[in-house]
């Protein structure tokens, strides 16, 4: 069994590394982000918590994002493993999860700011069906529709120069003291995320020790 969490700024393409990994290795993927955005879509109490937070783009408290991972861990449907990425955003975060779970590994996804921002701030949602696009690198067939349900393609509502700029301040100012606690008891590799989903997969499995992509 294989357990690791993956830390990266927004954009750093976290989502994208972990479902390769969990793809070759059988490992379930839980992401944070797609559970809070879940409780958002469904107007939820938890949802309605979350969305006040991630308009003034700060982070969601930690007892809230602690008692969602231990559910979801809690249905143990990962028999060969998971990783998890959204998660730990803060030291007592950190220290609740060390607590809790022996871990491999800690992928930490490396991005300069200027380019998190030019990732973030080319995102869409389909208003309609939620199906996530990037100018950058997945542009719609139509011009601002969705290629599955012809619905509007509209920014996140969190996802504003101004919002951008403050969830970087308070990733850098939380992330590396989780870096460092995360350093001390496991293994940490960095990878340069910039480069290309393929190549960034290949860099982090070389550096884990895992057998290269299929």
């Known amino acids: 069994m294989r357990k690791y969490v993956i830390i990266g700024a927004q954009g750093s393409g976290k989502g994208t590394q972990s479902l390769l990994l969990a793809r070759d290795l059988d490992l379930v993927h839980i992401s944070v982000g797609d559970v809070f955005r879940w409780h958002v879509q469904n107007r939820t109490k938890l949802g309605a918590q979350?969305?006040?937070a991630m308009a003034a783009g700060e982070l969601v408290g930690d007892d809230l994002v602690e008692g969602v991972v231990r559910d979801r861990l809690e249905q143990h449907d990962w028999n060969y493993g998971f990783i998890i990425d959204g998660f730990p955003r803060s030291r007592r975060q950190a220290e609740f999860f060390l607590e809790?779970?022996?871990?491999?590994?800690?992928?930490?996804?490396?991005?300069?700011?200027?380019?998190?921002?030019?990732?973030?701030?080319?995102?869409?949602l389909c208003s309609r069906c939620g199906m996530d696009y990037n100018l950058i690198a997945d542009r719609p067939t139509e011009e601002g529709r969705c290629d599955v349900c012809g619905g509007e393609l509209v920014a996140r509502e969190d996802d504003t120069e101004e919002a951008v700029a403050e969830r970087l301040r308070i990733y850098r100012e939380k992330t590396a003291p989780i870096l460092e606690l995360f350093g001390r008891k496991e293994y940490v590799v960095t990878v340069d995320a910039r480069p290309g989903a393929d190549a960034v997969q290949r860099t982090l499995r070389?550096?884990?020790?895992?057998?290269?992509?299929r």
């Open 50 to 52: 979350v969305r006040r």
């Open 100 to 124: 809790s779970y022996d871990i491999d590994g800690v992928i930490h996804l490396d991005l300069p700011d200027e380019e998190v921002r030019r990732r973030v701030l080319a995102r869409r």
């Open 206 to 213: 070389e550096k884990l020790g895992l057998p290269a992509p």
